[in-house]
């Protein structure tokens, strides 16, 4: 009973069933470590008052027996989904207060499922970014440390409050999005599993948009089975989204456990990079070498396109963030600045409200669509992501059903050290992750190790369209086999 | 799909003849009941912001989801266009700001609309027609409304208007003068409203032009266009185009070059002037809108909705003067207007025979009642004749009940005291007398009291219609005409 915060969702979903503890117990655990830890940065917003309110609402339902899939487990929300009534920012400055009158169809689906809400969680702004670093709000430290060493290192992004918070027990799972990596980077660098998963899986509805071809939503958890409690609840068809794809949602913790016997485990060689840390390369064949003493078969595949998916992503991205952003213009909600005539008023209020990162995306964005350089990079970039998809199409055509790659090129690193000088840089981050999103797969990180300091590593499984479920599989063997990290408690 | 271009009426200029080369895009507001992409409501005339959904506030998250309705008025509308109806086509966003468009871009079609090339027939002076091509069609979401006189320093943004579903109707540049053009916009808008895929109001905005309008030697190469933006009247688009093609044709006889540019019409002084250059132009950066699938249908759904078009006004036409014997002009008069032409036809349903009275009706539609509606500034939809009282009316007369002057006195009490024409006639005694031992006695009675006419009239047969005149006026104008005229001949002997 001392430690509610380590239980997993499986485990706290046991305990409440067996009223071993309520969910207004389990809730107010997390709000007080939550409060512990502020030095985390890792929510933004607190909302204590609507936690205990949920949780005790939620209780009353299982005591009547009525508890939902999610009945009583606390959430955190990354602050780039809509809830109605809390203030939701995106941890833009240009969002300012606002809060909106809706609530997104991925929470509301948590909330309909019995979860409860404990606050809003840090992200990169407009979730433009790899390590959480360019939030109004200041970046998310990452729980885990270097041996030894008290620098103070990011979570990765653009869900690093997610990550973070999940690592450091704040909350037992966290929404987060994934345009090139978001979910599965952090989750490498905090040692928890992000699934990604296929395009039109969950709802984009009342989440703030960054690259409409390529955001979706998904859980941070920290085990692959909670992960997977989490996806059901989030995943489904919504009319209100076009691009969410109407198909039964199945229940994805039965895949846990599954054997993945005769599986056929592609090992893309274009993601050996030159100059890959040795401890990255190790991890993989570990990987490999688990899934094998699992009954899988391994081989080696090609994915000839990946080295442009990088270049490509960053032309696709920022096309559509630049429009998708341009409705921050301080006419209708959030910061305005005042002027004199309607276009002082944009350009007072977006030059003030868009960190540095969103205003350069919004730049290249708007760049690469202009008349004359559109067919050049835009159009370009859409017939390398076509490519990329049909890379994957070839590989999956032959019998493979998963593909296995590191989560990232490195584990997590300090804070200010990278993307100061150039961005590309941190862009780097995403070597491994943008094909996924550009193909539209499903995709997840499992810890799978540690490097020689004690930082987490991460391995990723891509998967076939709307496969989630094998991902799951196999995302245990490797979890199974690594083991569970937990980062020692510092703060 | 190739056209023969009508050639147009060409301005003499210091250096000879100048043909106008004109080509419309034509905003048609559809009639649906929600918006293009939420589901607001689309009606006219709101409180300010009071129809208007978090989509088109442009709210974070918010994700457009295509109204059906507006995709089938479309589709309806390009077969009524005798169109090429495109089964996938593409929405993109067209990017600019400005405070009527929350987005920071209106969704449109650019690359791939959903309807192709097609071509209407336009009615002229004369009896003589044009066909003009249909470039294309697409949908896209008209913008709100900005309001500048509500307050010394600021703008208010009315978002009522603010994405509903607008068809943009391109013509191809087949249109060479004035009359062509107000042409073109009076049959298409006619069309429009045959269909119910527009209402064609022009004061109400839900119809708007924007003519591109070129001047070249006949047969020369084209010269450099000018857009008139947003003109909301048939007149005004003839106006524009005769100032705009003698502007453009005195700028080039003086040696001068046309500017590519965008310009607008004031109706005061029935100019047009400059709203913005070439240079000024936006750069919209055109993209495919990723959180919009491909439009998307099949050929049975296009076919489905083909089968269940109304009748169209060419079709319409061609069918009075087939099987009623109207005249091409009279049936042209007609269908015109969606309404007349029900009108008409309602007055049709209502006769007994229409085979015989039809083409009586047609007269009496366009000539007493079009013609009592004009002088008094009614329109059909107020008319105080009714179709049922008209079609009464004509059928009196077709049966021989009435006379045709009679007629004209029973419409009259018919518009302004109403009542059922068969029990007015009935009532007042206003048929026509048929008995020829009345009508006989009425002519011998004169025959006898006019000796000297009688002689005149035997000697000069054309002065016979005195006594027509005389037995009228006796009977009250209800003797039959015909029967009058019998038996003065046969009693006078001419």
């Known amino acids: 009973m001392t430690d509610l915060t380590s239980l997993t969702i499986a485990e706290a979903r046991e305990g409440l069933a067996s009223k071993s503890f309520t969910s207004l117990e389990l809730t107010d655990a997390h709000l007080a470590a939550i409060e512990a830890a502020r030095s985390l940065n890792a929510f933004v917003l607190e909302t204590p008052d609507q936690a205990r309110a949920m949780a005790r609402a939620v209780d009353a339902k299982i005591a009547k027996g009525e508890g939902g899939p999610l009945a009583g487990i606390p959430l955190g929300i990354k602050d780039l989904f809509a809830t109605r009534d809390v203030r939701t920012t995106a941890c833009s400055k240009i969002l300012g207060n606002f809060v909106p009158p809706y609530e997104s169809t991925v929470t509301s689906q948590l909330w309909r499922d019995g979860a409860v809400m404990l606050g809003k969680l840090n992200n990169d702004e407009f979730a433009m970014g790899s390590s959480n670093e360019t939030s109004c709000f200041g970046p998310v430290v990452n729980p885990w440390r270097r041996e030894g060493s008290n620098t103070t290192l990011v979570p990765g992004g653009s869900s690093g409050g997610s990550a973070s918070a999940v690592a450091a027990l704040l909350c037992m799972g966290a929404t987060a999005t994934d345009t090139g990596g978001s979910i599965r980077q952090p989750a490498a660098f905090t040692a928890t599993v992000g699934v990604k998963p296929t395009y039109g899986r969950c709802s984009r509805w009342g989440i703030v948009a960054f690259a409409s071809s390529l955001d979706q939503a998904g859980p941070i958890a920290r085990t692959v089975r909670d992960s997977a409690i989490l996806m059901r609840s989030m995943a489904g068809h919504d009319p209100k989204d076009t691009t969410s794809v109407d198909i039964g949602v199945p229940d994805y913790e039965a895949a846990i456990g599954k054997s993945v016997k005769g599986m056929k485990i592609g090992i893309p060689k274009e993601y050996r990079l030159d100059g890959m840390p040795a401890e990255i390369e190790k991890l993989w064949s570990e990987g490999a070498a688990w899934l094998k003493a699992a009954g899988a078969e391994l081989v080696e595949v090609s994915l000839p396109h990946t080295k442009y998916a990088l270049p490509a992503y960053y032309i696709v991205a920022p096309a559509e963030a630049s429009s998708n952003l341009a409705r921050y213009d301080g006419v209708r909600y959030g910061l305005r600045v005042p002027a004199r005539s309607i276009g002082e008023l944009y350009e007072n209020t977006r030059a003030e409200g868009f960190g540095d990162e969103v205003r350069r995306r919004v730049m290249i964005g708007t760049y690469v669509l202009s008349a004359g350089y559109y067919d050049a990079y835009y159009l370009r970039a859409q017939k390398v992501r076509t490519l990329i998809k049909k890379d994957f199409e070839d590989c999956f055509a032959k019998g493979i059903s998963a593909i296995l790659t590191p989560a990232t090129p490195s584990a997590a690193f300090g804070v200010g050290e990278k993307g100061g000088a150039d961005p590309v840089e941190m862009y780097l981050n995403d070597i491994f992750t943008v094909t996924v999103n550009m ?30 479920e094998t991902l799951f599989s196999l995302g245990e063997v490797v979890e199974q086999a690594a083991g569970r990290f937990t980062p020692p408690r510092w703060w | 799909m190739t056209v023969s271009v009508k050639p147009g009426k060409l301005i003499k200029g210091q250096t000879g003849d100048w043909e106008v080369v004109i080509g419309m895009e034509v905003h048609a507001q559809v009639t649906s009941k929600s918006k293009l992409f939420s589901g607001a409501s689309t009606e006219f005339g709101g409180e300010p912001n009071s129809h208007v959904s978090l989509v088109d506030a442009a709210m974070p998250g918010m994700l457009p989801v295509i109204n059906e309705e507006c995709v089938k008025q479309a589709v309806r509308t390009g077969l009524g266009l005798n169109a090429k109806i495109n089964l996938r086509s593409v929405f993109d966003r067209k990017n600019y700001f400005y405070a009527d468009s929350p987005q920071g871009y209106q969704i449109s079609q650019y690359k791939s609309p959903v309807v192709g090339e097609g071509e209407i027939v336009v009615e002229l002076d004369g009896g003589r027609t044009a066909t003009i091509g249909i470039e294309r069609l697409h949908l896209e979401q008209d913008a709100g409304k900005l309001l500048h006189d509500q307050s010394p320093t600021m703008s208010y ?12 109707i391109v013509s191809k540049p087949d249109i060479r003068d004035a009359e062509q053009a107000k042409a073109y916009v009076t049959k298409l808008r006619s069309i429009l409203r045959y269909l119910g895929t527009c209402d064609g109001d022009m004061e109400k905005g839900s119809l708007r032009a924007d003519v591109n309008v070129s001047v070249r030697k006949p047969g ?13 009247s048939i007149n005004f688009i003839g106006q524009a185009i005769e100032y705009e093609a003698r502007r453009q044709i005195e700028i080039i006889e003086d040696g001068g070059t046309i500017d590519q540019e965008t310009r607008l019409f004031d109706p005061n002084k029935g100019e047009t002037r400059s709203m913005r250059s070439k240079e000024e132009a936006h750069d919209y950066r055109y993209f495919p809108d990723p959180d919009l699938l491909p439009l998307e249908f099949t050929q049975s759904y296009v076919d489905e909705l083909k089968a269940k078009l109304p009748e169209l006004p060419d079709q319409k036409k061609a069918r009075f003067i087939e099987s009623l014997g109207l005249s091409p002009y009279d049936a042209g008069v007609l269908v015109a207007e969606r ?20 083409k009586l009706a047609a007269n009496w539609v366009i000539n007493e009642l079009f013609g009592r509606l004009n002088k008094e500034g009614h329109g059909i939809g107020d008319s105080p004749v009714s179709a049922a009282q008209l079609a009464a009316i004509v059928g009196l007369i077709g049966e021989g009940t009435i006379s045709g002057k009679i007629a004209k006195d029973l419409f009259e009490i018919v518009w302004t005291e109403g009542g059922d024409p068969r029990e007015l006639v009935e009532a007042r005694g206003m048929k026509q007398v048929t008995d020829l031992g009345a009508i006989e006695k009425v002519v011998d009675d004169i025959i006898a009291a006019n ?17 027509v005149g005389q037995v009228m006026k006796q009977s009250g104008g209800k003797a039959n005409p015909q029967a009058v005229n019998d038996l003065l001949k046969a009693k006078l002997g001419i």
Request: glycine content about 14%; proline content about 8%; hydrophobic content about 40%.
């Open chain 2, 220 to 232: 020369g190469p084209l010269g450099t266009r000018c857009e008139i933006k947003n003109m909301n």
């Open chain 2, 339 to 358: 309404e007349s032409a029900v009108f008409y036809e309602t007055v049709l349903a209502g006769l007994a025979d229409k085979a015989r009275d039809g």
């Open chain 1, 439 to 468: 193909a539209g797969l499903p995709g997840i990180a499992v810890p799978a190790g540690k490097d020689a300091q004690g930082l987490p590593l991460g391995l990723q499984l891509i998967g076939r369209p709307f496969d989630e």
């Open chain 2, 451 to 467: 000796p000297d006419k009688v002689a005149q009239a035997k000697a000069k047969p054309q002065l016979a219609g005195w006594f």
């Open chain 2, 157 to 168: 943004v009315d978002l009522n208007r603010c994405g509903v579903a607008l068809m943009e």
